[in-house]
């Protein structure tokens, strides 16, 4: 195995945590009894439901109606009945409209879901197709539409397709096992990327704390010349968009752009396989590996979970809550959501459900900062975070802005390293809020 | 399995195990083999020299702390390193009180009066040094040979230098490395000092930038303005508080940029500055005023050489 190791500069080493479930096989869920579909799981415009109260719908049945073009539809991941169309809360923290199904347990498969033939009779504009159709977004937790990645502005040169297997979140397993388990699907979707593409080079780029991973999915793309297995240092945030784009191909993103201006499109290696069973077996994203861990989950699991399946019926599969948990994360520690509610459903992006004890989900005191610097040294972006919070928490958000603040990625890097505990990212995250609202309120003006 | 209250807040979730008094402990445990190397070298005195200014500096934090209204944070171990710092730059003969009131000075008015922790723009005990030399120089310059009769002698630097202490023999170059020389309690032994230092990178307490970068410049410089005199060059760097103020004193984070190219000037600033005292000033020495100097340039230097971001487009004219 002939492979090179590459990396970034910056970043920081929390420890991974994965042991917990890193060798544990995928599990099927239990089939929820009822399923909570919000209309909104990606970035964009919310879905139109398409269907009422009362209606009988089937698995893979489209439910929800994209709108706009940065917008996918949303299909039902069981079989049954509608019971309500109604607002829900969610784990962005606010309540979305949702299509609430109750399971007959039937599994009745739609006959919308039919597979779609040979990859190499269907064309670029096909595969686009398929995969809006599919309703597939960025499964590594941001859920940016793909199908919006793969249409690029004309006069961006995009020659490169990076598949993002770091899963540099601490405790995060799931694209681990993913990789492990249907390699095959990682490296058919990549191809089905590369040719909605056009282009002829694709990574995949898997961190060294998964050489079990990096073996398999290495074996599965043996003999595809278009495609490269690199190994990448394992250091937070590795996965990071304009971090991974760095380390495969040395281009820097330019500041305030996307990663077509540097020739390249990033995918999550959960993406990949979305693409890869919606082509082969033609069933939209209607489920997703949930990695389900932490000190306070009795058994933590790696679930393939249907969409729709509430926080608390997965937690109870796995052994219910250990103790008082203290945080519940949607996503991994580093950059994570946290929720107040275990009564909300797990959405096309949910990559793990973190459960942390009490005793660590305490929040830290912030003492006074003692400019040590480590911030500075750990910024992937090469920003100042102390510098920025400082005008930040003082309200001189024109200072921040000088600073870069509007640069920042909110890897969280910065306050994790800090012994004094401050609150970095939190107040930079503050001052883009706030130099956003005001660019805003000087445009209309 | 109830809804409890669950902890909401933003990321991240998880934070390193590195505090504020840990890195300060880290930098007491550093400096415990010069403490060792001074006890030796001048006897049980420099101990309880160094145990009163200890004793002061925490004390007088807490009681400033409390005058100020602010909470007590005497247990994050900077003010112990303060103590200390301040017992190192001062020669064994010199009165307990003094030493007292140069950590009163340190902690009441170069740190506390501007903020505390973090916010003082001078090294404390570096300021306090220059205080107590400008009041009490004499018996700041008691310097004494190491051994138990206490003679008294001149710092290899004044020898070099000429005038008064002119004649005296110079000490042999391992006498020199070992510390077995007249000087403060702790600057004499560079090897004491350099395992203290690589202690403190080994655990990422400091980087190399500052001590390398000031050390390699007064190497240069003493070389250049000696007249390619390599033995002359050698003593310069090995006397003189180099090693304590390059490793310990320059290093202080309030005090010094947070920036990596920045780093490299403040050392090369604080090495330049040295030589240039030591070669065209009034003292033998040059170390403490040189870096309470650069202090005062550190938000400068950090200001000029923010790095540059990651994806940075290029202005075009």
Redesign the interface.
């Known amino acids: 195995m002939n492979i090179r190791t590459l990396t970034f500069?910056g970043g920081?080493h929390?420890?991974h945590s994965k042991k917990a479930t890193e060798s544990l096989p995928i599990e099927r869920a239990n089939e929820p009894k009822v399923v909570v579909i919000p209309m909104q799981q990606h970035i964009g415009a919310p879905c139109e439901p398409i269907v009422q109260a009362g209606d009988e719908v089937k698995v893979g049945q489209k439910i929800g109606e994209a709108k706009g073009f940065v917008s996918v539809p949303v299909h039902s991941s069981v079989s049954g009945k509608v019971a309500a169309v109604e607002p829900r809360l969610y784990s962005g923290g606010t309540a979305v409209p949702c299509i609430v199904i109750e399971n007959d347990m039937q599994n009745t498969v739609s006959d919308q879901v039919v597979p779609k033939g040979d990859i190499s009779v269907l064309s670029a504009e096909d595969i686009k197709n398929i995969i809006k159709e599919a309703g597939i977004v960025g499964m590594g937790g941001a859920t940016f539409p793909t199908h919006v990645k793969l249409a690029p502005p004309p006069d961006k040169n995009v020659d490169t397709v990076i598949l993002n297997g770091a899963e540099c979140e601490?405790y995060l397993t799931s694209d681990h096992r993913l990789m492990l388990e249907h390699p095959e699907n990682v490296v058919f979707g990549l191809q089905a990327l590369m040719k909605a593409l056009g282009v002829k080079k694709g990574f995949i780029g898997i961190e060294t704390n998964k050489p079990d991973a990096i073996e398999k999915v290495f074996e599965a793309a043996r003999g595809i010349e278009d495609i490269e297995v690199v190994a990448l240092k394992t250091k937070y945030p590795q996965g990071a968009e304009?971090q991974l784009i760095?380390a495969c191909t040395g281009r820097?993103?330019?500041?305030?752009?996307l990663p077509a201006d540097a020739g390249v499109v990033v995918n999550n290696v959960g993406t990949a396989a979305a693409v890869a069973t919606a082509i082969k077996t033609g069933m939209p994203l209607i489920e997703r590996i949930v990695t389900v861990t932490g000190a306070g989950v009795n058994n933590p699991k790696n679930l393939l979970v249907k969409i729709g399946t509430s926080f608390?019926d997965i937690?109870?599969q796995c052994g219910?809550?250990k103790g008082?948990?203290?945080?519940?994360?949607a996503g991994g520690?580093?950059?994570?959501?946290?929720?107040?509610?275990?009564?909300i459903p797990a959405i096309k992006g949910t990559s793990g459900i973190?459960v942390?004890s009490e005793e660590?989900?305490?929040?830290?005191e912030p003492?006074?900062?003692?400019?040590?610097?480590?911030c500075?040294?750990t910024c992937?972006?090469?920003?100042?975070p102390?510098?920025i919070s400082m005008y930040s928490l003082a309200d001189r958000y024109d200072e921040a802005e000088a600073?870069?603040a509007m640069?920042c990625i909110?890897c969280?890097s910065c306050?994790?390293?800090?012994?004094?505990?401050r609150p970095l990212?939190?107040s930079i995250?503050v001052a883009k809020r706030e130099i956003l609202a005001r660019r805003k309120k000087a445009q209309s003006k | 399995?109830e809804?409890?209250?669950?902890?909401?807040?933003?990321?991240?979730?998880?934070?390193?195990g590195?505090?504020?008094q840990?890195?300060m402990l880290d930098v007491i445990i550093a400096l415990m083999p010069a403490l060792l190397a001074g006890v030796f070298y001048f006897g049980f005195s420099s101990l309880t020299l160094t145990a009163v200014a200890v004793v002061f500096a925490v004390a007088t934090e807490a009681v400033m702390q409390k005058i100020l209204g602010k909470p007590v944070?005497v247990n994050?171990l900077?003010a112990v390193v303060t103590g200390i710092l301040i017992a190192f730059n001062v020669p064994v003969t010199l009165p307990l009180w003094m030493a007292a009131v140069g950590s009163i000075f340190a902690i009441a008015i170069a740190k506390q009066c501007f903020g505390?922790?973090?916010?003082n723009f001078i090294n404390p005990a570096l300021a306090a040094r220059a205080m107590l030399l400008a009041s009490w120089p004499v018996r700041m310059t008691a310097w004494v040979a190491p051994g138990a009769d206490a003679v008294s002698t001149a710092t290899p630097l004044a020898i070099l230098k000429g005038g008064e202490a002119a004649g005296q023999a110079l000490p042999g170059l391992w006498d020199m490395f070992i510390g077995n020389i007249g000087g403060c309690i702790g600057e004499t032994s560079a090897l004491a000092l350099i395992i203290g230092g690589a202690y403190l990178l080994y655990r990422g307490v400091i980087?190399i930038r500052i001590p390398v970068s000031y050390i390699g410049t007064v190497a240069v410089l003493t070389f250049l303005f000696g007249g390619f005199d390599s033995s002359a060059m050698i003593y310069h760097v090995l006397a003189g508080g180099l090693f304590l103020g390059a490793i310990f004193m320059a290093t202080d984070?309030?005090t010094s940029?947070?920036?990596?190219k920045g780093?490299i000037i403040f050392g090369i600033g604080c090495g330049f500055l040295t030589s240039v005292i030591r070669f065209y000033g009034g003292y033998p020495e040059g170390v403490s005023y040189s870096i309470l100097l650069m202090n005062l340039a550190a938000p400068l230097i950090?200001k000029y050489t923010?790095?540059?971001?990651?994806?940075?487009?290029k202005k075009s004219a």
């Open positions: 500069k920081t929390p420890p601490p304009k760095y820097e993103v330019p500041s305030g752009g608390k937690i109870e219910g809550l008082k948990a203290g945080k519940i994360i520690p580093m950059m994570g959501i946290t929720q107040f509610s275990l009564d973190l942390l660590e989900a305490r929040l830290p003492s006074n900062c003692i400019k040590c610097g480590k500075v040294e992937p972006i090469n920003l100042m102390v510098n600073l870069n640069d909110e969280g306050s994790f390293v800090c012994p004094a505990k990212v939190d995250r | 399995m809804n409890s209250r669950f902890i909401v807040s933003s990321s991240p979730h998880i934070r390193s590195e505090t504020t840990r890195i944070t994050d900077s505390g922790l973090g916010y980087n984070y309030s940029p947070i920036t990596p780093q950090d923010m790095p540059r971001k990651f994806g940075e487009v």
